[in-house]
T-cell receptor, first 112, second 113 residues
């Protein structure tokens, strides 16, 4: 198994542009999480899906952020419009039942 | 309001010695705790966990101790190796169902050869 796959690994964009981050979870893992890591706030949960359904999005910073999971093997996190303060490393993680979460390698986003 | 806190942002230890990473929490209802390890340019990986009904869990060189009265847990690495140099996060369930995690801010461990 290739583990959690995230793309792109690095993204540099200009303020105001739309950014789409992608995640392919481990096959069969029915829970998916999007996290953001910054120096100031550490690792914070943005949104959690279970069986493709968003369960808790209380961590999503504001309306500029949206996430979808159209099927069990794909999820996106979109930022529109992006701002410099969105610069961070974004992680996708997945989980099977009660087991621990497995993280992807992350997408390092820089908004200029 | 951070429910899990790691007050030491960094720790430097000599190879072969013990590394002790600390974590404090505020919610006495947490059922379990986890430690994750993160190398640069990689995602966090699960290291070790402990149930709240235990006070110690050991896995090779890694031992986690839980002091419920003090709401404190610690990760001991003995002996420390240069390959242990990484950022360590403690985590606890963020909701009653336990399917979401809340993480501490992390501690960067540097093991010097």
């Amino acid at each position: 198994d290739a583990g959690v796959i995230q793309s792109p690994r690095h993204e540099v964009t200009e303020m105001g542009q739309e950014v789409t981050l992608r995640c392919k979870p481990i096959s069969g893992h029915n829970s998916l999480f999007w996290y953001r890591q910054t120096m100031m706030r550490g690792l914070e949960l943005l949104i959690y899906f279970n069986n493709n359904v968003p369960i808790d999005d209380s961590g999503m910073p504001e309306d500029r952020f949206s996430a979808k999971m159209p099927n069990a093997s794909f999820s996106t996190l979109k930022i529109q419009p992006s701002e410099p303060r969105d610069s961070a490393v974004y992680f996708c993680a997945c989980r099977l039942a009660q087991e621990t979460q497995y993280f992807g390698p992350g997408t390092r986003l820089l908004v200029l | 309001d951070q429910q899990v806190k790691q007050n030491s942002p960094s720790l430097s230890v000599q190879e072969g010695r013990i590394s002790i990473l600390n974590c404090d929490y505020t919610n006495s209802m947490f059922d379990y705790f986890l430690w994750y390890k993160k190398y640069p340019a990689e995602g966090p990986t699960f290291l070790i966990s402990i149930s709240s009904i235990k006070d110690k869990n050991e896995d090779g060189r890694f031992t986690v101790f839980l002091n419920k009265s003090a709401k404190h847990l610690s990760l001991h690495i003995v002996p420390s190796q240069p390959g242990d140099s990484a950022v360590y996060f403690c985590a606890a369930p963020a909701n009653n169902a336990g399917n979401m995690l809340t993480f501490g801010g992390g501690t960067r461990l540097m093991v010097k050869p």
